[in-house]
């Protein structure tokens, strides 16, 4: 594959990931605020213990996560392979043409 075919092709795949890493967080923050309770100045307060146990997690290192918390991001991991799986193929398929 070309620099100039492989550079945007790359930029097409940054932005398919980037659109997926988008629904994520807000997929996340909707999780987030109806946890908390909205405020009539529009801010959400939350429960200390949802605030206590993520930042124990904020601070945790993968390798010393539970099962349970590596199996959560682990599903998070798993929306991106599917991206990422047909990128390779194409790029393997158009690389395998040029051969």
Known sequence: MPDKQ????FASLMEELAALEH???AHWQRY???KGERRPDGSVVLPAELVARWERLIKTPYEELT???KDSDREQVQK???ILKRWLQ???GENEGNA
Do not use: A, G, I, K
């Open 6 to 9: 492989f550079t945007e092709s």
């Open 23 to 25: 629904r994520r967080w």
């Open 32 to 34: 987030v605020h109806e």
């Open 67 to 69: 099962n349970e918390e």
């Open 80 to 82: 991106y392979l599917p």
């Open 90 to 92: 194409r790029v393997r």
